[in-house]
């Protein structure tokens, strides 16, 4: 039983929680998707196992993937291409990519290029929900990677597709329950271990995942902690590259609770459950339009994203947002601007950081989230 | 010491004054729509756009990107882009947006003249992420009502019928919409004429473009083909478009007959890759002047449509070819690979010594992995590739003598392989 | 016989050299001096320098080729190529057999593809930044109080190297502050950021075919740290001459030999790059 895997062992290089799997599913097939959203339902249905590759981290160095990708890119798109120019993605057999940013885009046809023996997808996630027409399109995009999906998996009736929604439903309602517990009491749930315990989400099939996350549900809410005198924060713009766990664990020590978060977002996406009746590409489709949390990297302009973030403040009853931001992350650049307007307009303190996946000095940051801290704290 | 011969050429003929008239005259009707509110414009992406529909509404396109790139050659980009950094943008940000974005700010316009609210920012979507952002933005701050038309991406050779039929639909929903904002009811018929009108200017275009596969080629398919872009976005569906390029085929035929190519002597045909250096563009064309060195084709002239292979719209089918258009016939929605075909077609048919990629710091659209288009140029394809690095809008970011220095070493090698080559044979 | 003169005025130290080939081509003498503050002066006192040692005068020499960043202000140059050009051409007459260059200079480095007979077939530079250049070590070598000449030697001397993260020069020093002040080695210090330029380097010149044999050009080349980390990281030797410092104007030389005995007719000779006083 993979129940004892912890998300460091999980995402060593050689992925051995991925090659065990492999072992005991002969002939079953691995698909990696980058982050932030991919339809892991249908690559379950199609009865292979989806992992969420968010990057090397601090674990790879970069060698080769700068010569393809030169500078102001981020670290995410060059760590990823290098792990496969080292020989890391030999377990997958599929790579999905979907309509993130420019530089994931190009990501995914150099991938294409450079490693012609895997399956490599594009999905086009719709820009334009408010058109009646965005919903049919979406489900005919899953039918095209669904149909390409089967050829290396197996065939997928509804009631398979149904099956695994129900499944990836069980799990994201646990996660969201999680988020509340932690909002709600956040001295019993450290972000640090919450955060390892999502990304372990990334790595393992749903059911263990589920397992894992019930367990882990019961554990957190049986903790008897004090309560800190902590400044409650929302943290915004980790979305795709992920900041060093160290980064995460030293906000948490320099005096914050963080009550929300948009780490690893794409293992949440939908705010309430993916009907399980009818047509279900209709339903993931619909979903994703209409029931999915706003981000830097999806675009609805029927309810703008910065009114999200100021709705996600209140209903957190936050004191203030830690803007952590990936060095060149450009989505998350621009829409800086118009959240840092809102949040002047309503009175929000905030604060604006970089950090790169592969950092692994701090002192800088530190200095500068404790400050903030103090300066909220002894108003 | 024997002196250069390297004086300030003269690159324009009679069309670039024709071409400047012809924008002038645009940004007076956008002066006088700021003022009098009419006629209604409509703010888009040159990517893609589709001009034809707004004829059906008498509309007039205002072009962010071209007051962009227009501030950046007149030397003016770099006040408003620290304007947008002091509100907040990064220094990472694409600077196109900061200069646009800052012009709003401090009330300037390339031309002095005013420019108008737009009726509609519809935002057109093919391919570029920041382009949703750019428009989101003007949207907030304009106070202006926000349309995006979200155009499928090329991730398979061919568009799908679905992605033909998805874009139709949100170009029928963008009419209805415009109808509500102007007031004015969609001429169906004026549309058909306008994508009519299109297909000419398109044919004529490629007929310019193909004109560069003559030896010596009679224009340069960067610098000239950018210069005569403008006409191509703003009037490309309108009859004064079809006349002057009408006048500019005409002209450039008449100089390829008479064997006259843009320098005394061409002595090497390159593909051009990525945007130009915008605050510097006479610059950067005097170091490929000096080495009379002629682009042949390039990618950058190919972002408002793909023409060069054939593709025309077709006003039988007004609503699917514009579509079509918008899906598949430009360079910016078209996957990176594609983009590799496109430079490979125009190194093979139109006889290219070399490529020139240019990454752009501001574009990751065009320059996120060009490292590996330059890979498969260089060792798989065996094709002298040049690497060189700038900004497109922002004149910080361009280092003369190191560009200088790269730009020489690449002629003198490519030099003498032709000359060993000629010593061979 | 012929005599010709290269000469390479780099943004540290400018090279002349005069070449003959009075019975096969050979170097007839070197010289070197810093470039400081004023370009030309630096070339006419390199040149000097180096006629008097072969105990020419300047007037014997036939032909002098420009070369390096300061290429055009050689006022006595007749022609001007790029020091990549010139590289290739160095590297391939000192190091027969080279296919490869790499080139670490004080302002930048580059890495470039030589085809058998010297000429340039690919090339890639970083001229933007101080990583993996000379100045990096400078940078770093000030910072721990320690001579230049001494970086190299006491980087092979490291058991532990530390792990460097950034190539920035500017927060290198930050990070080695912080080593020193944890009580680790100046070896192991030096150690690592010696490895960190020879990746950051190699880096760089993957984007072209590495074949041998690979030749190490440049100031930097005179480095036995730098020499070493760079072989270990592509697991061969380098070829190293001991004019390494010269072989951009060793280059020069060689073109303005060739324009002397009329061997090679190209654009550049027809003076339509040469650019009197200055450019």
Not at chain 1, 281 to 289: C, E, G, Q, R, T
Not at chain 2, 89 to 111: E, F, H, R, S, W
Request: with cysteine.
């Amino acid at each position: 039983m993979l129940f004892e895997r912890t998300f460091d062992n999980c995402s060593a290089l050689h992925f051995p929680s991925i090659q065990e799997w492999k072992q005991a599913h002969p002939g079953r097939k691995v698909i990696a998707y980058f982050p932030v959203y991919a339809p892991v339902e249908l690559i379950h249905a199609a009865g292979m196992l989806p992992v969420g590759l968010s990057g090397a981290g601090d674990r790879l160095d970069i060698q080769h993937a700068d010569a393809r990708f030169g500078s102001f890119i981020c670290s995410i798109v060059k760590t990823t291409l290098e792990m496969g120019m080292a020989g890391h993605l030999e377990p997958f057999d599929g790579f999905l990519f979907s309509t993130i940013c420019d530089s994931a885009r190009n990501l995914c046809f150099v991938m294409k290029r450079n490693f012609p023996q895997m399956y490599v997808d594009f999905l086009h996630l719709p820009h334009n929900p408010s058109s009646p027409a965005a919903a049919q399109f979406l489900a005919e995009e899953y039918r095209r990677i669904l149909t390409e999906l089967e050829r290396l998996g197996a065939e997928v009736d509804d009631e398979a597709l149904r099956h695994s929604i129900a499944l990836y439903n069980r799990n994201r309602a646990l996660i969201r329950k999680l988020y509340q517990l932690r909002s709600h009491s956040p001295q019993q749930v450290p972000t640090s271990e919450l955060y390892q315990l999502i990304r372990l989400g990334n790595f393992l099939p749903v059911e263990e995942h589920t397992a894992q996350l019930e367990a882990a549900l019961l554990d957190f809410q049986s903790r008897n902690a004090k309560l800190r005198d902590s400044i409650r924060i929302v943290v915004e713009g980790s979305f795709c590259e992920q900041p060093p766990l160290t980064l995460i664990r030293l906000v948490e020590d320099a005096g914050c609770y963080i009550v929300d978060d948009d780490f690893v977002i794409g293992q949440s996406w939908f705010e309430s459950d993916v009907p399980t009746e009818g047509d279900p590409l209709l339903a993931l489709a619909k979903s994703y339009l209409d029931r999915s949390v706003y981000s830097s990297v999806r675009h609805d302009f029927r309810k703008p994203r910065w009114d999200g973030l100021v709705d996600k403040v209140r209903r957190n009853r936050a004191d203030a947002v830690l803007f952590l931001i990936a060095k060149f992350c450009e989505p998350a650049y621009f829409d800086y601007v118009p959240y840092k307007q809102e949040l002047e307009r309503t009175g929000i303190p905030h604060l604006q950081l970089e950090f790169e996946e592969k950092s692994f000095t701090f002192d800088r940051l530190r200095t500068e989230i404790e400050t903030f801290v103090e300066s909220l704290v002894f108003d | 010491m024997k002196t250069t011969t390297n004086e300030k050429k003269e690159y324009r003929g009679s069309i670039h004054q024709l071409q400047k008239d012809l924008m002038l005259a645009w940004y007076d009707q956008l002066d006088q729509a700021a003022t009098t509110g009419i006629p209604p414009t409509v703010s888009m992406m040159i990517s893609g756009n589709c001009v034809e529909l707004l004829e059906g509404f008498g509309a007039v396109p205002l072009y962010p990107e071209i007051n962009a790139l227009q501030l950046a050659i007149r030397h003016q980009s770099l006040d408003p882009i620290l304007a947008a950094e002091d509100l907040g943008y990064a220094a990472d940000n694409c600077a196109y947006v900061k200069a646009d974005i800052g012009c709003i700010l401090k009330g300037i316009t390339p031309t002095g003249g005013k420019l108008p609210t737009p009726t509609l920012i519809l935002c057109n979507f093919v391919g570029c992420n920041t382009y949703l952002k750019w428009f989101e933005h003007l949207a907030k701050l304009q106070q202006a009502p926000l349309y995006v038309i979200d155009v499928p991406f090329m991730r398979a050779e061919e568009p799908s019928r679905s992605d033909i039929e998805y874009v139709v639909k949100q170009l029928q929903e963008t009419v209805k919409k415009l109808e509500q904002l102007t007031g004015r009811k969609f001429d169906y018929d004026r549309f058909r004429q306008a994508v009519a009108c299109s297909s000419r200017t398109e044919e004529l275009w490629s007929q310019i473009k193909h004109l560069a596969r003559r030896s010596p080629s009679p224009f340069d398919a960067y610098f000239d083909a950018i210069t005569l872009m403008g006409p191509l976005y703003v009037y490309r569906a309108r009859p004064e478009g079809v006349e002057f390029f009408e006048a500019a085929l005409a002209e450039l035929q008449a100089k390829a007959d008479a064997r006259k190519g843009v320098y005394e002597q061409e002595q090497f045909r390159l593909v051009m890759e990525g945007p130009p250096p915008y605050p510097y563009f006479r610059t950067f064309r005097d170091m490929f002047a000096k080495w009379q060195a002629c682009a042949v084709a390039s990618t950058y002239s190919t972002v408002g449509g793909l023409w060069e292979f054939g593709f025309r719209h077709d006003p039988k089918n007004p609503f699917e070819s514009v579509a079509m258009h918008m899906i598949a016939q430009n360079v910016t929605n078209r996957n990176f690979l594609q983009r590799y075909e496109q430079i490979r077609r125009y190194v093979e048919e139109w006889n290219a010594d070399g490529v020139i990629i240019h990454f752009v710091k501001s574009c990751r659209l065009f320059s996120a992995g060009q490292g590996d288009m330059r890979d498969y140029f260089t060792k798989q394809l065996g094709v002298p590739t040049l690497y060189i690095e700038s900004d497109l809008e922002d004149p910080r970011y361009f280092a003369e003598a190191q560009t200088k220095n790269r730009i020489d070493a690449f002629f003198e090698a490519l030099e003498h392989s032709k000359g060993t080559a000629a010593v061979r044979s | 016989m012929r005599i010709a003169a290269g000469v390479d005025v780099g943004s540290t130290q400018t090279k002349a050299v005069i070449m003959s080939d009075n019975g096969g081509v050979q170097i007839a003498a070197r010289a070197l001096v810093d470039t400081g503050a004023n370009v030309q002066r630096a070339a006419e006192r390199a040149f000097d320098a180096c006629c008097q040692e072969a105990g020419v005068h300047g007037g014997d020499v036939g032909f002098v080729v420009g070369t390096g960043y300061g290429r055009y202000k050689i006022a006595f140059g007749n022609a001007q190529m790029t020091e990549i050009t010139c590289h290739a051409k160095g590297a391939a007459f000192l190091c027969p057999g080279t296919r490869t260059v790499i080139d670490m200079g004080g302002q930048d480095s580059k890495a470039i593809s030589v085809g058998p007979n010297g000429e340039v077939v690919d090339f890639v530079m970083n001229d933007k930044c101080a990583a993996g250049t000379g100045r990096f070590l400078a940078n770093s070598a000030e910072v721990m109080g320690i001579s230049l000449d001494e970086v190299g030697p006491l980087s092979l001397r490291a058991q532990h190297p530390v792990k460097i993260a950034t190539v920035c020069t500017v927060f290198v020093e930050s990070d080695i502050l912080s080593y020193l002040a944890q009580g680790k080695t100046g070896e192991d210090i030096l150690g690592g950021v010696h490895i960190a330029i020879a990746k950051r380097t190699l880096s760089l010149a993957r984007r072209l075919n590495i074949e041998p044999e690979i030749t190490m050009t440049g100031g930097v080349a005179r480095n036995v740290g730098m020499v070493r980390a760079l072989e270990e990281l592509l697991g061969r030797k380098m070829l190293v001459s001991p004019d390494a410092q010269f072989i951009g104007a060793v280059g020069a030389a060689l073109f303005a030999l060739e324009k002397l005995d009329q061997s090679f007719e190209s654009g550049i000779w027809r003076g339509e790059h040469a650019v009197p006083g200055g450019h």
